[in-house]
T-cell receptor, first 109, second 115 residues
Framework: GIQVEQSPPDLILQEGANSTLRCNFS?????LQWFHQNPWGQLINLFY???GTKQNGRLSATTVATERYSLLYISSSQTTDSGVYFC???????????FGKGTRLHILP | DGGITQSPKYLFRKEGQNVTLSCEQN?????MYWYRQDPGQGLRLIYY???????QKGDIAEGYSVSREKKESFPLTVTSAQKNPTAFYLC??????????????FGPGTRLTVT
């Protein structure tokens, strides 16, 4: 079936480090979002990026729709960046929205 | 401030009881969604509604029911038929009414525990 896979599943970094999170999708998409889920469960929108590159402060994202992946970059990590990062894709074929299982990021002080 | 509110934040129920989770939005969004999240997992779609008085089943609709009588409100009822109701429930909304091709915004969630 159609899949959205995120890697790595877990990532532990020292404060100040950079990281790259990946989201692969098995079919063409017409919508892709990145979210950060904080320790209280709130999902915070990071990027709405069906294609191309966007930047917001220390975060940036790139989606290469033709190659079916998206990347989330976090530079100069801070402890407040800890949490789970999800990507969610809406597939062209059936407009079905599918979430990946997330990357759990832990930034050490 | 515009946003999505869910209440209550924590909810405890005895097995066999129906329970209704509230979701309200003042963003003037047409589409609303309910998701379920289990520990260590991603989100799974329960129901969605693209316009008032209309809604469709998502991937895991069994044991749940919804209504959409007002644009701002999309309550979810977890019925006694839901076999594993304990979970974190998230409500979302988006501008779009006809397609999925719109950015989703989430409420703070309700943690339901059924014993």
């Amino acid at each position: 079936g159609i899949q959205v896979e995120q890697s790595p599943p877990d990532l532990i970094l020292q404060e100040g480090a950079n990281s790259t999170l990946r989201c692969n999708f098995s079919d063409s998409v017409n919508n892709l979002q990145w979210f950060h889920q904080n320790p209280w469960g709130q999902l915070i929108n990071l990027f709405y990026i069906p294609s191309g590159t966007k930047q917001n402060g220390r975060l940036s994202a790139t989606t290469v729709a033709t190659e079916r992946y998206s990347l989330l970059y976090i530079s100069s990590s801070q402890t407040t960046d800890s949490g789970v990062y999800f990507c969610a894709a809406v597939m062209n074929r059936d407009d079905k929205i599918i979430f990946g299982k997330g990357t759990r990021l832990h930034i050490l002080p | 401030d515009g946003g999505i509110t869910q209440s209550p934040k924590y909810l405890f129920r005895k097995e066999g009881q129906n329970v209704t989770l509230s979701c309200e939005q003042n963003l003037n969004h047409d589409a609303m969604y309910w998701y379920r999240q289990d520990p260590g997992q991603g989100l799974r779609l329960i129901y969605y509604s693209q316009i008032v008085n209309d809604f469709q089943k998502g991937d895991i609709a069994e044991g749940y029911s919804v209504s959409r009588e007002k644009k701002e409100s999309f309550p979810l009822t977890v019925t006694s038929a839901q076999k594993n109701p304990t979970a974190f429930y998230l409500c979302a909304s988006s501008v779009g009414s006809a397609e999925w091709d719109y950015e989703q915004y989430f409420g703070p969630g309700t943690r339901l525990t059924v014993t």
